[in-house]
Structures are given as structure tokens and as C-alpha cells.
Nanobody, 126 residues
Framework: RVQLVESGGDSVASGGSLRLSCATFGVISGYYLGWFRQAPGKEREGVASIYTVTGEPHYADSVKGRFTISQDNPKNTLYLLMDSLKPDDTAMYYC????????????????????RGQGTQVTVSS
């Protein structure tokens, strides 16, 4: 299993930027790491993922061009740089890890076969 601890959530004005961090504990090579979010009254949404072996990223259409996912292997840390934030981005953001054999797309990030952190809140005001 992989342990994950998120940080970096905050309240920002529309158009602002934030960088979320996720410290990982355990062997992560061969996993997909990613972020999903959930806002009150809305469905969970996969935001972005990255394959630890190749660094290949995937993004939801809603964040493409605004968010950037990256990994710092020596620091065992996953990042999500969020630019041009909108009020619709307001949500609890969760870091997730799922073994490559169980990953087919962003919606697998909250699968019971994976691991997730406790979440960090992002609030964007208009």
C-alpha cells in the first residue's frame, strides 16, 4: 500500500493559482498517481494522473491547459499546479495511487483497489 499526505489547499480569488503537494510513502514505481476532487452536491471528478514509470500525464477536459501534474521522484512528491482557477474548481482535492494493472482512466483514481489521502480543501471565490 501507498500512504499519501496532501497539502497546499487554500482560498484564492478567481484567476489565481495554487500548487498542491502530495507526499508519498512506499514504493510508487509502477503506480499511477493522480488527483481527484469532490465538491458538495457534485460527483467525484478525476482531475489528472501521471504514470510513475514514464511521466505521461492525463487530464480531465475541464482542467486541460490550466492544471499541470508533475512528480519529483527524489522527493517522492506529487504536485498539481493549478492556474487560472475558477469558482467551479472549488472542492476537496484528494491525492491517489493505483497500481497500473487496475488503471483504465481518471475515474479509477478513487477505486477501492487504490489508496488515497485525507484531502486538502481548495476554495475559489468569484
Amino acid at each position: 500500500r501507498v500512504q499519501l499526505v496532501e497539502s497546499g489547499g487554500d482560498s484564492v480569488a478567481s484567476g489565481g493559482s495554487l500548487r498542491l503537494s502530495c507526499a508519498t510513502f512506499g514504493v510508487i514505481s509502477g503506480y499511477y498517481l493522480g488527483w481527484f476532487r469532490q465538491a458538495p452536491g457534485k460527483e467525484r471528478e478525476g482531475v489528472a494522473s501521471i504514470y510513475t514509470v514514464t511521466g505521461e500525464p492525463h487530464y480531465a477536459d475541464s482542467v486541460k491547459g490550466r492544471f499541470t501534474i508533475s512528480q519529483d521522484n527524489p522527493k517522492n512528491t506529487l504536485y498539481l499546479l493549478m492556474d487560472s482557477l475558477k469558482p467551479d474548481d472549488t472542492a476537496m482535492y484528494y491525492c491517489a495511487a493505483i497500481w497500473r494493472d487496475y488503471y483504465r482512466g481518471l475515474s479509477d483514481l478513487w477505486s477501492a483497489t487504490g489508496d488515497r489521502g485525507q484531502g486538502t480543501q481548495v476554495t475559489v471565490s468569484s
